[in-house]
């Protein structure tokens, strides 16, 4: 059995819910998610014991089943395989350039306001020879 996204959250949340075999928990469900699917009352009670909501349980099953299609996808295309790390690198390098464009920038005086000083005056020699 891989671990899967589904399988290692499903795995944190029942050990930080102190359940008892957790891992074999997780290993049993996993298939379960995969193949069946989860229905209303599976949903619930994996809500109530991994004390998370409802949506964040389907919110979790139906990315992990998007990576498994991922999986599958590249599984029957194996040229894919080069393409899609190509993607994720260049989706890599954009959220970089978008963090480094959001972050704050430093004020250093300099730029379109510098353009608007008037120069320094000359400073008076020293020796005082006034005219």
């Known amino acids: 059995m891989q671990d899967t996204p589904f399988q290692q959250w499903l795995f944190e949340k029942l050990t930080a819910a102190d359940f008892p075999d957790a891992a074999e928990m997780a290993e049993v469900c996993t298939p379960v998610n995969r193949y069946n699917g989860l229905d209303d009352m599976k949903t619930s009670t994996l809500a109530t014991l991994t004390d998370t909501s409802l949506s964040e ?3 979790t099953h139906k990315a992990d089943i998007a990576a498994w299609k991922r999986e599958q996808d590249l599984a029957a295309h194996p040229d894919l395989a ?3 790390v ?3 690198l260049d989706l890599d390098r954009i959220f970089e350039q978008r963090r480094a464009a959001e972050s704050p920038r430093r004020i250093t005086g300099r730029g379109l306001s510098a353009g608007c000083r008037a120069p320094p005056l000359p400073r008076p020699e020293a ?3 006034g005219h």
């Open 86 to 88: 190509d993607l994720d």
């Open 127 to 129: 020796g005082g020879g």
């Open 57 to 59: 349980v389907l919110a």
């Open 82 to 84: 080069a393409v899609d």
